[in-house]
């Protein structure tokens, strides 16, 4: 939530109180580097659109 400069959810920011979605409508990943405390980041975006599977129907299991 901090590297975004934007107000987002249960994320508020004084210095930037509204949301951002032209940069910002993506989701962030976090890892953790070696050494700690080096973070990385990473961002990949949202998908608007619904995606559906293929149902099945349910059937017995078999071990």
């Known amino acids: 939530a901090r590297s975004r400069q934007e107000s987002r959810g249960a994320h508020y920011r004084l210095d930037y109180p509204n949301r951002d979605d032209d940069n910002w409508l993506k989701h962030t990943l976090y890892f953790q580097s070696q050494p700690v405390n080096t973070p990385r980041l990473a961002y990949v975006p949202v998908t ?10 349910p ?4 071990y």
């Open 48 to 57: 608007l659109q619904p995606l559906t599977v293929p149902s099945f129907p």
């Open 59 to 62: 059937k017995k299991r078999v």
